[in-house]
């Protein structure tokens, strides 16, 4: 099994800023591309922020510019710093990693368990 886990979420006011973090740990053999999701009421998940093993990134539009994904290697944690935070950014965050699996080698998806970011005054 993989446990990812996370951490950061809160209540903020409109332009305040917020840093979540995610740490994996468990059966992994490499880990292909680390990112944060969000949901809010009444919609569809959708993706924030990913970054590949290799670096690549890619962000929401909504996000572009306020929101900086960037991953610790040796700690296997990912980090989504958060800046000019609007009330449309409230949701419940949740960490996702693409992992091989050190027990068969295969690749599997994995989440956490999700954590609040609140924009509100």
């Known amino acids: 099994q993989v446990q990812l886990v996370e951490s950061g979420g809160g209540l903020v006011q409109p332009g305040g800023s917020l840093r979540l973090s995610c740490a994996a740990s468990?059966?992994?053999?490499?880990?292909?591309?680390m990112g944060w999701y969000r949901q809010a009421p009444g919609k569809e998940r959708e993706l924030v922020a990913a970054r590949t093993s290799g670096g690549s990134t890619n962000y929401a539009d909504s996000v572009k510019g306020r929101f900086t994904i960037s991953r610790d290697n040796a700690k296997i944690t990912v980090y989504l710093q958060m800046n000019s935070l609007k009330p449309e950014d409230t949701a419940v965050y949740y960490c996702n990693a693409e992992v091989r699996d050190s027990s068969d080698y295969t690749f599997r998806d994995y989440w956490g368990q999700g954590t609040q970011v609140t924009v509100s005054s």
């Open positions: 468990g059966r992994i053999f490499s880990i292909n591309a």
